[in-house]
């Protein structure tokens, strides 16, 4: 942020000892109150090379810090009670995110209680001063994973357009596309999130230490946004074009890989080059919206500790609450059990694809056939929402990636008929390598009710079990074989299907009793 005049006195650093040491020793001690999310943090650090810049975000922070100290020494570190608000809403923030297993929400909420901990113990006048390097710290959190599906999408749509606007045909099926020279797909290392993450990561600490005006900054950011994604589809659409014209011989291996980041540097150092044009490091700081110092005069103690204790205790609160929650027993849960109904029958196995959904408490899988039709209903029932057992999970899809038997060639959010009303489902279309073809709908049921949002199942099931409410959940899952021109008659079936079976679907979530 901007510095301090000049005339300011120097607090002395026996001023400091005593709020520095506290705050110190509180970070520590709340980074093991809630070391299972800041462990949480880590384990991603360690398993994905997107997010291992996150083992530098802490030290960066502490440097930049350190490279105001001169700012710095001229506030008087004073207790500010108003952090405690910030306290408590990130507490409870955490509560509902731990409750309903959302480690990311967790992971900004343990930062928040981080910053609202500087601010309680040294004061707003200090938090300002050290607003970019304390707000650099929420970079700490692998976050994006769920960019990844909108920019798959969009590095096939640029690819396929500048294939097509090169004059090369292309048939195209979800994210995968043929070329009369091969075959290819977009796959998850394909969307370019990693490139995104380290060039905003990069781009705003640049932005800081090299310009001072917030528009500056502001611009050179957005930049650092834009372009690696324009960056990655470029990236896509040469690779292709090089094992196009190389007779699918160059770009297929490990040099798929190289030219990739070899182009993604190239493009980052230019992206740094021409920023530099307008770097404003060598220009003193503004002062405009910096506000006044407290008065010089050592914080007395008994403001500091008492503010310690209180701010520990309230953020105590929160994962003493959890763990009560989660040590109760979980409720009885019968065998899941659905009476055909409408005209339906069990029937055999008529597919070999299964999705992919992990920790259910409860799982039922049955073929049923009605007509010469054939409907697969899968169903996975999590009793209470707990860590690697909850109904909105990431590892919860249609399909592995890379899956040697099956492709999913699209997948969205539906507005389709069932039951004589419209309703919303997850849709997705399913390609065997046998030939085979299926279309699939799925939808949780939370308290009866169809929901399909993953933010709104989340929220309502955090806050039912927060609230000692039944937080249970259930996947429902339907799929029929289509042809690609009678698609529209393989969504009749699965409407007739869910109207017809619906009430019984229902009826297996009053067998449980969730209380």
């Known amino acids: ?6 005339s300011l006195p120097v607090v002395p650093r026996s001023g400091w000892l005593l709020p520095g040491a506290l705050t110190i020793g509180v970070l520590l001690i709340l980074a093991g109150v809630f070391w299972p999310t800041l462990h949480s943090m880590v384990e991603v650090w360690e398993r994905s090379e997107t997010f291992a810049h996150g083992y530098l975000i802490f030290p960066i922070s502490a440097w930049l810090i350190w490279r105001q100290r001169d700012v710095l020494a001229r506030l008087q570190p004073r207790p500010d009670l108003r952090g405690r608000l910030l306290l408590a809403a990130a507490g409870a923030g955490w509560l509902l995110a731990d409750a309903g297993s959302v480690n990311v929400v967790a992971q900004y909420a343990f930062i928040a209680m981080l910053i609202a901990a500087v601010w309680t113990l040294l004061g707003w006048a200090f938090v300002w001063a050290a607003f970019f390097p304390l707000m650099f710290l929420f970079f700490a959190v692998p976050v994006g994973e769920f960019l990844i599906q909108p920019l798959m999408g969009v590095t096939a749509d640029f690819t396929v357009a500048m294939l097509q606007a090169t004059g090369i045909p292309v048939y195209r099926e979800g994210t995968f596309f043929s070329i009369p020279s091969g075959d290819w797909s977009v796959v998850e290392g394909c969307s370019g999130l990693r490139y995104l993450i380290a060039s905003v990561t990069l781009g705003v600490l640049y932005a800081y ?43 297929l291996g490990v040099d798929h890989y190289i030219y990739g980041w070899v182009f993604f540097g190239m493009v980052m150092l230019l992206l740094f080059w021409i920023g530099s044009f307008w770097r404003e490091d060598d220009q003193p700081a503004s002062d405009a919206g910096q506000p006044a110092a407290a008065p010089a005069g050592r914080a007395p103690a008994r403001q500091v500790v008492p503010a310690a204790i209180g701010m520990l205790a309230i953020a105590g609160l929160w994962p003493a609450y959890a763990v009560w929650l989660n040590a109760r027993p979980l409720p009885v849960m019968p065998e899941l059990q659905v009476e055909a109904q409408g005209g339906w029958q069990p029937a055999e196995a008529f597919t070999t694809w299964r999705p992919h959904w992990v920790g259910a408490d409860r799982a039922l899988r049955q073929s049923y056939s009605q007509g010469g039709r054939k409907v697969l209903l899968e169903l996975n029932y999590y009793v209470t929402q707990r860590q690697d057992a909850e109904l909105i999970n990431s590892q919860n899809f249609m399909i592995r990636q890379k899956d040697p038997a099956w492709s999913n060639v699209g997948e969205s959010i539906a507005t389709v ?21 299926l279309l699939v709908w799925q939808w949780n049921l939370i308290n009866q009710r169809p929901v399909v949002n993953d933010h709104v ?42 109207a017809d079976m619906e009430p019984a679907i229902g009826h297996t979530l009053d067998q449980v009793d969730g209380q």
Do not use: C
């Open 1 to 6: 942020m901007s510095a301090l005049p000049d």
């Open 209 to 251: 230490l090299t310009y001072r005006s917030w528009k500056r900054r502001l611009l050179f950011s957005i930049a650092a946004i834009v372009v690696p994604i324009f960056a990655n589809s470029g990236r896509a659409y040469m690779i292709v074009m090089i094992a196009h014209l190389s007779d699918m011989k160059l770009a």
């Open 417 to 437: 008929e069932g039951g004589g009303e419209p309703r919303q489902v997850r849709q997705a279309k399913m390609r065997g390598s046998d030939g085979q073809r």
């Open 457 to 498: 199942a989340k929220l309502a099931l955090a806050f039912d079990r927060v609230r000692l409410q039944r937080d249970d959940g259930l996947s429902v899952l339907i799929a029929t074989p289509y042809e690609e021109p009678e698609r529209e008659a393989a969504a009749a079936v699965l409407a007739g299907f869910a």
